[in-house]
């Protein structure tokens, strides 16, 4: 079992910046898949990032260059740094756990065994 903590959300006016953090706990943090979703009103939730136990990391194209995510083992969280944050940016963000994931299977939302129950990032103009 895996408990997921996401913190970090609130208000940012556009072209801001914001740090999501997930803490997580129970299984073994390190040999997780790690990964970032989001979900706007009325969209499907939407991939955003993922990052395996070692380098290998995956971004969505429309954060690419402008989100990082990276995690710290002995502090069993994952963080993502949203940089340059634009209105379509605003939904509420997942974090997920999830075991035996590749890259190829990082962005699908099903894959994944464990959520957290989300934080809100709204992004103004």
């Known amino acids: 079992q895996v408990q997921l903590v996401e913190s970090g959300g609130g208000l940012v006016q556009a072209g801001g910046s914001l740090r999501l953090s997930c803490a997580a706990s129970?299984?073994?943090?390190?040999?997780?898949?790690m990964g970032w979703f989001r979900q706007a009103p009325g969209k499907e939730r939407e991939f955003v990032a993922g990052?395996?136990?070692?380098?290998?990391?995956s971004y969505a194209d429309p954060v690419k260059g402008r989100f990082t995510i990276s995690r710290d083992n002995a502090k069993n969280t994952v963080y993502l740094q949203m940089n340059s944050l634009k209105l379509e940016d605003t939904a509420v963000y997942y974090c997920?756990?999830?075991?035996?994931?590749?890259?190829?299977?990082?962005?699908?939302?099903?894959?994944?065994?464990?959520w957290g129950q989300g934080t809100q990032v709204t992004v103004s103009s």
């Open positions: 997920a756990a999830g075991f035996g994931l590749t890259i190829a299977t990082m962005s699908m939302a099903k894959k994944y065994d464990y």
């Open positions: 129970g299984r073994t943090f390190s040999s997780n898949v």
């Open positions: 990052t395996r136990s070692g380098s290998s990391k």
